[in-house]
C-alpha cells in the first residue's frame, strides 16, 4: 500500500485529534445564536460574520478529510512517469493518479473559498446549487465586513438561510479521525453533537422563509420602480421615450439616463420577485432565483441611493429657503 499524503509532516492521529476539536466551534454556535437573536442590525452583522467563519472551518476540514488518505505527491510523480513510459497499472491506482490533488492546486484551495467549494462539488460534497449560494453568501458577508455596502433590511434574512446550511453541512461532515478517551478533563464534541444547534429555535418553514425574500426583494424591486418614474420626469421623458435634449450632459443626466435605462427590466424584476413567494422545495431553490434578483438589483440601487441623497439635498434647500435661511 503506497504511503498517505498528510497535509504535515509530522501527521499522527494525534495531532488530528487536536486540530480536529470541535468544542470551540460549540462556543462559536451558542454565540451566533446569541446574536442572531438579539434583533437589531448591529448583531445580526456580528452573526453573519461568525457563520461565514464557522462555515469556512467546516468546509476547509471536509477538504482536510477527503485529501487526507491521498497517495504522496512523489509517489504520484513515480507512477505517472512509469505509465506514461508504457508501464501498466491497475486501475484503481490509475483513478488515484487521475484524480491527484497537486500541490499548487492545494495552495489555492488554501487560499480561495471558491476554489474549495469547488473540489468540494467535484467529489460530490456539495451540490452545484448549494456551491453557488456558499460563494454568494460568503459575497455577502465580504459586503457587510469590509466594504458595508449590504442592504441592511437584508442581512436578517441572510442570517436565517446561513443557519440552515450551515448547519447541514456540520451535519453531513465526516470528520478524519473521531477522539478517542482522552485525559483531559474537558468534554468532548463531536460535528454530529452540533448538527441542530444553529437552528434550535428556529422557525425553519420554507413557506415563512421564501415569504421574508420575497418581501425584501419586493421592497427593493419598489424602490428602483420609484426612482426610475422619477428619473424620467426629472429627464422630461416623453410619451416615445425621448429625454428633453435641452438637458445639460453632466454627471446628474447620466446617472438619471442610466436610472431611465432599466425601465425595459422592471416588468421582469417585479416578476422574479413575485415567484420567490412560490420557492419552498428547498433553500437553495429559493436562494438561487434570489441571488440572480439580487444580482440585477444591486448594479442599479446606488444610482437609486444617490438620486435619494439629492432629492434630500434639494428638499432640505427648499424648506431653509422658506425659513429665510
Same mark, same amino acid.
Given at each position: 500500500?503506497?504511503?498517505?499524503?498528510?497535509?504535515?509532516?509530522?501527521?499522527?492521529?494525534?495531532?488530528?485529534?487536536?486540530?480536529?476539536?470541535?468544542?470551540?466551534?460549540?462556543?462559536? *454556535? #451558542? /454565540?451566533? %445564536?446569541?446574536?442572531?437573536?438579539? +434583533?437589531? @442590525?448591529?448583531?445580526? $452583522? !456580528?452573526?453573519?460574520?461568525?457563520?461565514?467563519?464557522?462555515?469556512?472551518?467546516?468546509?476547509?476540514?471536509?477538504?482536510?478529510?477527503?485529501?487526507?488518505?491521498?497517495?504522496?505527491?512523489?509517489? *504520484? #510523480? /513515480?507512477? %505517472?512517469?512509469?505509465?506514461?513510459? +508504457?508501464? @501498466?497499472?491497475?486501475? $484503481? !491506482?490509475?483513478?488515484?493518479?487521475?484524480?491527484?490533488?497537486?500541490?499548487?492546486?492545494?495552495?489555492?484551495?488554501?487560499?480561495?473559498?471558491?476554489?474549495?467549494?469547488?473540489?468540494?462539488?467535484?467529489?460530490?460534497?456539495?451540490?452545484?446549487?448549494?456551491?453557488?449560494?456558499?460563494?454568494?453568501?460568503?459575497?455577502?458577508?465580504?459586503?457587510?465586513?469590509?466594504?458595508?455596502?449590504?442592504?441592511?433590511?437584508?442581512?436578517?434574512?441572510?442570517?436565517?438561510?446561513?443557519?440552515?446550511?450551515?448547519?447541514?453541512?456540520?451535519?453531513?461532515?465526516?470528520?478524519?479521525?473521531?477522539?478517542?478517551?482522552?485525559?483531559?478533563?474537558?468534554?468532548?464534541?463531536?460535528?454530529?453533537?452540533?448538527?441542530?444547534?444553529?437552528?434550535?429555535?428556529?422557525?425553519?418553514?420554507?413557506?415563512?422563509?421564501?415569504?421574508?425574500?420575497?418581501?425584501?426583494?419586493?421592497?427593493?424591486?419598489?424602490?428602483?420602480?420609484?426612482?426610475?418614474?422619477?428619473?424620467?420626469?426629472?429627464?422630461?421623458?416623453?410619451?416615445?421615450?425621448?429625454?428633453?435634449?435641452?438637458?445639460?450632459?453632466?454627471?446628474?443626466?447620466?446617472?438619471?439616463?442610466?436610472?431611465?435605462?432599466?425601465?425595459?427590466?422592471?416588468?421582469?424584476?417585479?416578476?422574479?420577485?413575485?415567484?420567490?413567494?412560490?420557492?419552498?422545495?428547498?433553500?437553495?431553490?429559493?436562494?438561487?432565483?434570489?441571488?440572480?434578483?439580487?444580482?440585477?438589483?444591486?448594479?442599479?440601487?446606488?444610482?437609486?441611493?444617490?438620486?435619494?441623497?439629492?432629492?434630500?439635498?434639494?428638499?432640505?434647500?427648499?424648506?431653509?429657503?422658506?425659513?429665510?435661511?
Amino acid at each position: 500500500m503506497p504511503p498517505m499524503q498528510p497535509f504535515a509532516s509530522d501527521w499522527d492521529r494525534v495531532a488530528v485529534q487536536q486540530a480536529e476539536q470541535w468544542n470551540w466551534l460549540a462556543v462559536e *454556535i #451558542a /454565540e451566533i %445564536r446569541r446574536c442572531a437573536e438579539a +434583533g437589531d @442590525q448591529a448583531h445580526d $452583522r !456580528l452573526a453573519l460574520i461568525l457563520l461565514d467563519h464557522l462555515v469556512e472551518v467546516v468546509i476547509g476540514r471536509e477538504v482536510n478529510a477527503q485529501l487526507a488518505s491521498q497517495i504522496a505527491d512523489s509517489v *504520484i #510523480a /513515480e507512477m %505517472r512517469e512509469f505509465r506514461d513510459s +508504457g508501464g @501498466q497499472i491497475d486501475e $484503481r !491506482l490509475t483513478q488515484a493518479v487521475d484524480e491527484h490533488v497537486e500541490p499548487d492546486r492545494r495552495k489555492s484551495m488554501d487560499e480561495h473559498l471558491h476554489e474549495r467549494t469547488k473540489f468540494l462539488k467535484q467529489r460530490g460534497v456539495l451540490t452545484a446549487q448549494e456551491r453557488e449560494v456558499l460563494d454568494r453568501l460568503h459575497q455577502y458577508r465580504n459586503a457587510a465586513y469590509h466594504r458595508d455596502t449590504l442592504e441592511p433590511d437584508l442581512i436578517s434574512d441572510l442570517v436565517l438561510a446561513y443557519r440552515v446550511l450551515a448547519d447541514e453541512l456540520i451535519g453531513r461532515h465526516r470528520p478524519i479521525a473521531w477522539t478517542m478517551a482522552s485525559s483531559d478533563p474537558a468534554r468532548i464534541v463531536t460535528p454530529h453533537q452540533l448538527r441542530g444547534r444553529l437552528v434550535e429555535g428556529v422557525d425553519v418553514d420554507l413557506k415563512a422563509i421564501s415569504r421574508r425574500f420575497h418581501d425584501h426583494a419586493m421592497k427593493r424591486v419598489q424602490a428602483v420602480i420609484a426612482a426610475v418614474a422619477i428619473a424620467q420626469q426629472l429627464l422630461g421623458v416623453n410619451s416615445a421615450g425621448e429625454v428633453d435634449p435641452s438637458l445639460p450632459d453632466d454627471d446628474m443626466a447620466r446617472m438619471l439616463n442610466g436610472l431611465s435605462d432599466v425601465a425595459k427590466h422592471l416588468l421582469s424584476w417585479r416578476k422574479q420577485a413575485e415567484r420567490l413567494k412560490s420557492k419552498t422545495s428547498s433553500l437553495t431553490g429559493l436562494m438561487i432565483p434570489f441571488i440572480n434578483l439580487d444580482r440585477s438589483l444591486s448594479r442599479i440601487e446606488p444610482s437609486v441611493r444617490r438620486l435619494d441623497m439629492v432629492l434630500d439635498y434639494w428638499e432640505q434647500c427648499r424648506i431653509d429657503e422658506l425659513c429665510g435661511k
